[in-house]
């Protein structure tokens, strides 16, 4: 969302820098320490999103540095926390292995981004440590081992527990920053987006979750003008204000984590406010007679990743385009029919695994939006 950051009084909330950009940090400035035999008071590097951070080093010893974790203006569970990055440089040119240490997660089970029996770090973080060490060691071989003193206990107070993460917390990030989540000042920055594209008089949008949705939603449908704008958790505040602007149509795409939640009559979908993924997507494929034991299976599932590998294997990919439709009629209901809403259910890769009626002729009109 661009304006997660803007009060309506002209005052900002402070952002802060994920778990992610703290290990890509730390590893940079544990090997700068190596390479120039004095550790750096700041490290700098660049996040996903192209924003520049230079993070302030805590130094251990040589190949041994840390980041504290700073949330900005909307602390997290990882708040505080200390998370270092020990390297050790092999004697050769080659890889850069990664590991994780005291505090860091390794995964058990299928569906999460990284595979049973690696390291919590997300691909995103993975791709900025090993990057950002390598712009400092050149060719050379290495191993780098994050840890996080305390993360173990830390994890307790997130959601690893439930989705098979053991022995501590998760390296995460996509873009690198951490945006400030003060419900009101969100409201009030869907609000002034929404304002933006009525005074251009627009009547139709399409709708992302986030940055990675939205990616994925102009990947897909190959739309580039100004007309996509992403709404967080608050779907549900959008469609409100979408109504009251009087919008007309709407293209509302997303990963089936974040969709399967509307389909349930969930309009804010983060993952401490609601869920009923299981529940609508086993509801329509009992509707849809599909076998009693694979409906077992969807239910069981311990993430949505799980859950698409189960359709696909199963040839139920017709189920999609099901809660496609479903998803889209829940959003007309909420906005009492005034405006006409498409649903398109998209993976990561950009990858459309089904659609709703509309979606194709919406898409069509965008792709024509400046």
């Not at 700073?70 to 050790?88: F, I, L, W």
């Not at 799980?306 to 209901?333: H, P, S, Y």
Request: proline share 4%; charged share 25%.
């Amino acid at each position: 969302m661009r304006f997660f950051m803007e009060l309506l009084n002209g005052n900002r909330l402070r952002e802060g820098y994920t778990t992610g950009s703290c290990a890509a940090a730390a590893a940079k400035a544990a090997a700068q320490w190596l390479t120039e035999g004095i550790a750096p008071e700041f490290s700098e590097i660049v996040t996903p999103s192209g924003r520049v951070l230079s993070l302030e080093v805590v130094p251990i010893e040589p190949g041994f540095c840390g980041i504290v974790k700073d949330s900005g203006d909307d602390p997290d569970a990882t708040n505080g926390m200390t998370v270092r990055a020990r390297v050790v440089l092999g004697e050769s040119e080659g890889e850069i292995t990664l590991a994780a240490g005291e505090g860091v997660g390794t995964v058990t089970l299928p569906g999460l981004k990284a595979a049973p029996g690696e390291p919590a770090i997300n691909p995103v973080p993975r791709q900025m440590i090993l990057t950002a060490v390598r712009e400092v060691i050149g060719k050379r071989s290495a191993m780098v081992t994050i840890s996080v003193p305390g993360g173990e206990e830390r994890a307790k107070k997130t959601f690893n527990p439930r989705l098979g993460v053991t022995g501590g917390i998760s390296i995460l990030g996509t873009s690198g920053i951490v945006r400030p989540m003060n419900e009101q000042s969100i409201f009030d920055s869907l609000t002034l987006e929404l304002n933006t594209h009525a005074a251009q008089g627009r009547k139709i949008l399409a709708v992302s979750f986030g940055n990675t949705g939205e990616e994925s939603l102009r990947k897909a449908y190959a739309i580039e003008g100004r007309c996509v704008m992403q709404s967080g958790n608050y779907i549900g505040y959008l469609l409100d204000e979408a109504v009251r602007m009087q919008f007309k149509r709407i293209l509302l795409c997303g990963h089936p984590g974040k969709l399967l939640k509307v389909a349930a009559g969930t309009f804010n979908t983060h993952n401490r406010t609601g869920d009923g993924r299981k529940e609508a997507l086993c509801t329509q494929a009992a509707l849809a007679s599909v076998k009693t034991e694979i409906i077992k299976q969807l239910y069981k599932s311990s993430t949505t990743e799980v859950a698409m590998k189960v359709i696909k294997e199963n040839g139920l990919d017709f189920l999609w385009n099901t809660m496609a439709e479903v998803t889209a009629q829940r959003c007309v209901d909420r906005a009492f029919g005034e405006i006409e809403i498409a649903a398109s259910y998209i993976d990561n890769n950009g990858e459309i695994l089904g659609f709703s009626l509309k979606a194709e002729e919406f898409a069509e009109e965008l792709r024509h939006e400046k």
